[in-house]
């Protein structure tokens, strides 16, 4: 990206209180420990772009510059970003009866750099980190966001350090340590990680970038939003089922549909958001259901889709705002449900997605089943990761060239 674009942030504001920060300094959470959002001069950002110089751009999310907290095109980092393909399940669509306008659609995330939707928030916080002169960035992971982390902090020349719980696939241990991060596997979870790094700032040097924790991860999750509406021809889809650990992109794209309609290029029409977690870790699900502003710790959390096995969010009161106020709602679905899921959408469609991403298709089909969507929605999936990261069920037939081949059996 050579050219210089406008930037139209005006200041930060928690998202609990709405105190106000200054736009341009280090910040980490508030004053009450919650996270901050950045807000921007719209009427400014609605005058300097339009759809049509926008549909004019290639590349990925960083076309959405005016959006965005980076100031200065040098701080952009940047690793041949693609805008996610959408595309339709047409023969599960089929089996599950949609009506005419029904669609399931999907957004596959894995396209991205490292494979996942990690790369947009943490693009943001890495280029964002560069422009107000940090040079350490430390986070806890299961594992996609390291690997996020790693690439474009290498790719900027910061250095950082990832702790990822005990039972982190070897592939992303060894992913985040190749693209130059360093990294320590420790005996708990993403909340014991995060622990360690919030306890050791000040000794150790380094900037916190955990989920929600700095203000500009969310501001690269916020482009799932823009570049869906803008993919769907400035249209949103009717329910969009989000796989929630953290919660970044579903706060992120609630934000994204805010920014658009006061521009003026969406309406009100927003979709239901739908908050899917696992029956091993819920914690989101549960405080939706007793109508909660915020969701305490799931203890023992466990489930094999390791990106929402998030015991705690500090943006908890934001997912279950952005989920309430759309008309949405929270479920969870076990382990089989994913993995049943995974293997339908692979053979069905010739779609891999990951555990998560199949999270929200088992949760489609529940929610389908119980009534909470018509099969007249058209409903988006966010596969947020590549399913080829994953282990995959052994296969163990063979041939031996040597001996005789029952062609019949192929039959
Ligand atoms: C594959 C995958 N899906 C979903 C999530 C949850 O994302 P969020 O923190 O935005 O809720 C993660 C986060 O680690 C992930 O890696």
């Not at 241990?173 to 979870?189: D, F, K, P, W």
């Not at 939003?225 to 919660?247: C, H, K, N, R, S």
Request: aromatic share 8%; with cysteine; net charge neutral.
């Amino acid at each position: 990206m050579s050219s210089e674009y406008p930037t139209f942030v005006t200041h930060l504001e928690c998202g609990l209180t709405g105190e106000r920060f200054e736009a341009g300094q280090v910040h980490g959470l508030s004053a009450v420990g919650r996270p901050l959002l950045v807000r921007y001069d719209l009427a400014a950002l609605g005058a300097a772009l339009d759809k049509e110089r926008l549909a004019a751009r290639a590349g990925g999310f960083w076309r959405y510059r005016e959006f965005l907290p980076v100031t200065k095109t040098e701080n952009v980092v940047d690793l041949g970003e693609v805008m996610t393909p959408i595309f339709p399940l047409p023969r599960l669509g089929k089996k599950l009866g949609l009506g005419p306008r029904g669609a399931v659609l999907v957004k596959d995330e894995g396209r991205l750099p490292t494979g996942s939707f990690k790369a947009r928030g943490l693009a943001l916080a890495v280029a964002m980190a560069k422009e107000l002169g940090l040079r350490h960035l430390a986070m806890p992971t299961n594992g996609n966001a390291g690997a996020a982390l790693a690439a474009y902090a290498s790719r900027a020349g910061l250095r950082a350090t990832v702790l990822c719980p005990d039972d982190t696939p070897e592939v992303n241990i060894s992913e985040i340590e190749l693209q130059g991060a360093t990294v320590y596997r420790v005996n708990g979870l993403i909340n014991d990680c995060g622990k360690i790094i919030g306890e050791g700032k000040a000794q150790a040097g380094w900037f916190d970038v955990s989920t929600l924790k700095e203000p500009y991860r969310i501001e690269g999750k916020k482009t799932m939003g823009l570049e869906l509406a803008e993919q769907l021809g400035w249209e949103l889809p009717d329910v969009i089922f989000y796989p929630t650990g953290g919660g970044t992109g579903l706060i992120g794209m609630w934000k994204a549909f805010a920014e658009l309609e006061a521009l003026g290029w969406i309406g009100s029409k927003r979709p239901r958001m739908v908050a899917v977690q696992a029956t091993g870790c819920a914690p989101i699900v549960k405080a939706f259901e007793a109508g909660e502003e915020h969701a305490p710790v799931w203890e023992n959390a466990h489930t094999a889709a390791a990106g929402i096995r998030v015991p705690v969010a500090v943006g908890d009161f934001l997912i279950l705002r952005a989920v309430r106020e759309s008309g949405g709602f929270a479920i969870a679905v076990d382990d089989d449900a994913i993995f049943a899921a995974q293997s339908a959408v692979a053979k069905e469609e010739g779609v891999l997605l990951c555990p998560e991403g199949a999270a929200t298709y088992a949760a489609y089909e529940a929610a389908l089943a119980r009534g909470q969507v018509a099969p007249g929605d058209r409903v988006l999936l966010f596969n947020c990761a590549t399913g080829l990261k994953y282990p995959m069920a052994p296969v163990s037939r063979r041939l031996d060239r040597h001996g005789p081949i029952d062609y019949a059996a192929f039959r």
